[in-house]
C-alpha cells in the first residue's frame, strides 16, 4: 500500500515562494516500485473544488494546468523517495488545500503519460494548507 504524506504548507504573502514536498512510501520491487508510478500535485477549495495543477510522468514527463504554466514546477527525487511542488511569485488565488497523488502506470500506458484528472488517482496524501495573503 502506498502512503503519501505531504508538508511545507504554511502562511505566505503574496509574491512569495513555497515548496511542497510528499514523501512516498510502500512502493515494493519489480513492477510495484516507484518507477512504475506517475504522481500529481492537486489543490482543493470550496469555491472551485479540486484541481490538478501538475503531473509527471513515469519518464519525467511533466504537463501544468493553464493557470500555473510558468510558476509551478513539479519535480521528483526517486532515490528520496519526494515528490516536489515548487510554487513562486504566490497569488491569494493560490490559496488551497493541496495534495499529492499516485497512480501505477498499466501495462497499456506509457511511460510518459500522466494525467491532472483526480479519478485515475488511487493513492492520496492527506493534504497541506497552503494561505496566501495580500
Known amino acids: 500500500q502506498v502512503h503519501l504524506v505531504e508538508s511545507g504548507g504554511g502562511s505566505v504573502q503574496a509574491g512569495g515562494s513555497l515548496r511542497l514536498s510528499c514523501a512516498a512510501s510502500?512502493?515494493?520491487?519489480?513492477?510495484?516500485?516507484?518507477?512504475?508510478?506517475?504522481m500529481a500535485w492537486f489543490r482543493q477549495t470550496p469555491e472551485k473544488g479540486r484541481e490538478g495543477v501538475a503531473c509527471i510522468a513515469a519518464d519525467g514527463t511533466t504537463n501544468y494546468a493553464d493557470s500555473v504554466e510558468g510558476r509551478f514546477t513539479i519535480s521528483l527525487d526517486k532515490p528520496a523517495n519526494t515528490l516536489y511542488l515548487q510554487i513562486k511569485n504566490l497569488q491569494p488565488e493560490d490559496t488551497a488545500l493541496f495534495y499529492c497523488a499516485a497512480q501505477r502506470r498499466s501495462p497499456f500506458t506509457s511511460y510518459w503519460h500522466c494525467s491532472r484528472a483526480s479519478d485515475n488517482y488511487r493513492f492520496w496524501g492527506q493534504g497541506t494548507q497552503v494561505t496566501v495573503s495580500s
Open positions: 510502500g512502493f515494493t520491487g519489480g513492477d510495484y516500485s516507484m518507477k512504475e508510478y506517475y
